[in-house]
């Protein structure tokens, strides 16, 4: 049951630039989670937003949620080609048991 | 900081062996989870534990099992290991509902 898309699947820029990725999703959330993977690696947990709030900073990372629209954007600015990696959204509709539903994630190249 | 330790990093069973996937938190976490990925599937959600001797099942459990007899063990058994069941396997903890998870670096299995 697949509840977060990304959007581009993949992504390729320079190193320098900024890179924007978004997330759609069907159904009222608790919050949002952002998460990277580096090629065959574990996830490792970027930033949380919950659904009453708009926008939130972490670093280079931005992260901003329209409850609205169900969506949310990922803005990684001064890209590095260490931020290499794939990107996944998670929902996570916790009203009772916890459990992230993932999107299939944005592939994200950075060319030096 | 959290750890999620997963015993190993690449497995080869035979078809039809039974296989045990352990995964082990340092931190106290409530929650436990086990996921697989697949390209093109993304990550899918085959248990998760939200106590000591509890689990429910995710999206995909057929084929598999799971048992958390210790707050901080979480392990995934696959009855008898089929083909189908060659994926990476994830395993994550979250402190409780509402917080992100931190993810073990994974189990490629391969079943042959």
């Known amino acids: 049951s697949q509840q977060g898309e990304e959007d581009p699947q993949a992504l390729s820029i320079q190193e320098g630039e900024n890179a924007t990725m978004n997330c759609s999703y069907k159904t009222s959330i608790n919050n949002l989670q952002w998460y990277r993977q580096n090629s065959g690696r574990g996830l490792v947990h970027l930033i949380l937003?919950?659904?009453?709030?708009r926008e939130k900073h972490s670093g280079r990372l931005r992260v901003t949620l329209d409850t609205s629209k169900k969506s949310s954007s990922l803005l990684i600015t001064a890209s590095r080609a260490a931020d290499t990696a794939s990107y996944f959204c998670a929902t996570d509709r916790t009203w009772g048991a916890q459990k992230l539903v993932f999107g299939q994630g944005t592939r994200l190249t950075i060319n030096p | 900081d959290v750890k999620v330790t997963q015993s190993s990093r690449y497995l080869v069973k035979r078809t039809g062996e039974k296989v045990f996937l352990e995964c082990v938190q340092d931190m106290d976490h409530e929650n436990m989870f086990w996921y697989r990925q697949d390209p093109g599937l993304g990550l899918r959600l085959i248990y998760f534990?939200?106590?000591?001797?509890?689990?429910e099942k995710g999206d995909i459990p057929e084929g598999y099992s799971v048992s958390r007899e210790k707050k901080e063990r979480f392990s995934l058994i696959l009855e008898s290991a089929s083909t189908n069941q060659t994926s990476m396997y994830l395993c994550?903890?979250?402190?409780?509902?509402?917080?992100?998870?931190?993810f073990g670096s994974g189990t490629r299995l391969t079943v042959v």
């Open positions: 937003i919950r659904s009453n709030e």
């Open positions: 994550a903890s979250s402190l409780r509902a509402g917080y992100g998870y931190t």
């Open positions: 534990s939200y106590d000591v001797k509890m689990k």
